[in-house]
């Protein structure tokens, strides 16, 4: 079975402090992984995934994320925080024979000034 | 612009009414999917095609029917709409059936049931 857990539902960071944002994830099979950022009123954007390459995978926007097998985690980092990184964040399993999505519940990512 | 595109981008209806939303790709992709937001932004498949298709129904009450005229579309009709019903609906689309190929989302569309 596939599941994904976001470990916070809210983050809220000051500009140009990093950024980290939690996801866990089981799955039967070796899994695809992806993070998606919802802006508000708008449609997902792919911001990277990993699909049993490089474990360290760098997106757009400065992110990245690191593939650890033994603890099941697929965090999403940045180094600095833009107040344009305010947005909603998904984490996404997939099971690698199957295009079958399976979100998480999303991370609302808030950045002050 | 290549892209998933999705009309309307906001539909408000009455109980009972029957509505569809249309959904297209020209990414050249084979398989194009539907998906559920709620209100609790959790996000749910509810179909899939590949060719035109049905690959995945994930319980989703027979008043939702997808129609897929051919690759580059998938539209949703529904029935009898329902309060529960009101959701954002999104609309995506891959090359391929197999789990490392990503997954291109439409912008959305946001059904409100009165």
């Known amino acids: 079975a596939q599941s994904v857990t976001q470990l916070d539902s809210h983050v809220s960071v000051s500009e140009g402090t990093p950024v980290l944002l939690r996801c866990n994830y089981s799955s039967s099979y070796s899994p695809s992984l992806f993070w998606y950022v919802q802006h508000p009123n708008k449609g997902l954007q792919l911001l990277l995934k990993?699909?049993?390459?490089?474990?360290l995978v760098k997106g757009i926007n400065g992110f990245e994320a690191e593939f650890k097998k033994s603890e099941t985690s697929f965090h999403l980092t940045k180094p600095s925080a833009h107040m344009s990184d305010a947005a909603e964040y998904f984490c996404v399993v997939s099971p690698s024979d199957f295009n079958k999505f399976y979100f998480g519940s999303g991370t609302k990512l808030n950045v002050k000034p | 612009d290549t892209a998933v595109s999705q009309t309307p981008k906001y539909l408000v209806t009455q109980m009972g009414n029957d509505k569809s939303i249309k959904c297209e790709q020209n990414l050249g992709h084979d398989t194009m999917y539907w998906y559920k937001q709620d209100s609790k932004k959790f996000l749910k498949i509810m179909f899939s095609y590949n060719n035109k298709e049905l690959i995945i129904n994930e319980t989703v009450p027979n008043r939702f029917s997808p129609k897929s005229p051919d690759k580059a579309h998938l539209n949703l009709h529904i029935n009898s709409l329902e309060l529960g019903d009101s959701a954002v609906y999104f609309c995506a689309s891959s090359q391929e059936l197999t789990g490392v190929d990503t997954q291109y989302f439409g912008p959305g569309t946001r059904l409100t049931v009165l």
């Open positions: 990993y699909t049993s390459a490089a474990t």
